[in-house]
């Protein structure tokens, strides 16, 4: 039995990433589903190289059922949106800045602090930064709770760097 995953902010580039690196992995999900505005509603966006998923309006999405939300729509939306999918029973991982600073959510950079991930019981959600790397491989000296690296010129993205694939999930 696998998880219903939800990717909010989907027709975005984070929310395509999320959706690649899913597929890629061969995360265990029995259903995914692209949510994003109004103005997405129908769009198909690609799951991986064989899936097509069509787009889902969120303010009108149900959530209950779905295990795991990823977020990324901007702030504003996911401070509307978050505590939505986290009352309805699902975990939320939100990459925006609006919970970075909540006291109640906790703030989780996996190689750093995994263990902080057990407070997210609180709220439901739990706020993961939008850390920068360096080219040369060497990390960005980032203040995590404002998405703030010390160098933006020289870094891009952690998303594009590729890490290997976690225990029980597979890269094929």
Same mark, same amino acid.
């Not at 959706?19 to 265990?28: K, T």
């Not at 939320?92 to 950079?109: A, K």
């Given at each position: 039995?696998?998880y %219903?995953?939800a990717?909010v902010?989907a027709?975005?580039?984070v929310g395509r990433e999320?959706l #690649?690196?899913?597929?890629? %992995? =061969?995360?265990?999900?029995?259903d995914?589903?692209?949510l994003?505005?109004a +103005?997405?509603?129908?769009k #198909?966006?690609s799951?991986?190289?064989?899936?097509?998923?069509k787009? #889902?309006?969120l303010?009108?999405?149900?959530f209950?059922?779905?295990d795991?939300v990823?977020?990324?729509p901007?702030?504003?939306?996911?401070?509307?949106?978050?505590?939505r /999918?986290?009352? /309805?029973?699902?975990v939320v991982?939100?990459?925006?800045?609006?919970?970075?600073m909540?006291?109640?959510?906790p703030?989780v950079?996996?190689?750093v602090n995994a263990?902080?991930?057990?407070?997210?019981?609180?709220?439901g959600i739990? /706020? =993961?930064p939008?850390?920068l790397?360096?080219?040369?491989?060497g990390g960005?000296?980032a203040d995590? +709770?404002r998405?703030a690296?010390?160098? /933006?010129?020289?870094?891009r993205?952690?998303s594009? +760097?590729?890490?290997p694939a %976690?225990k029980?999930?597979?890269?094929s």
């Amino acid at each position: 039995m696998g998880y %219903r995953v939800a990717v909010v902010g989907a027709t975005g580039n984070v929310g395509r990433e999320m959706l #690649q690196i899913l597929a890629e %992995r =061969n995360f265990p999900a029995d259903d995914v589903v692209a949510l994003a505005s109004a +103005r997405s509603v129908g769009k #198909q966006i690609s799951f991986g190289d064989k899936s097509i998923l069509k787009v #889902q309006d969120l303010a009108k999405f149900d959530f209950k059922g779905i295990d795991i939300v990823l977020s990324s729509p901007g702030a504003k939306v996911s401070a509307e949106h978050s505590p939505r /999918a986290a009352k /309805a029973g699902a975990v939320v991982i939100d990459n925006t800045s609006y919970w970075r600073m909540d006291p109640d959510v906790p703030l989780v950079v996996p190689e750093v602090n995994a263990k902080a991930i057990a407070g997210y019981k609180g709220r439901g959600i739990i /706020a =993961n930064p939008e850390l920068l790397d360096h080219p040369d491989g060497g990390g960005a000296e980032a203040d995590p +709770r404002r998405g703030a690296a010390s160098s /933006a010129s020289s870094c891009r993205p952690i998303s594009r +760097r590729r890490a290997p694939a %976690r225990k029980g999930w597979t890269s094929s």
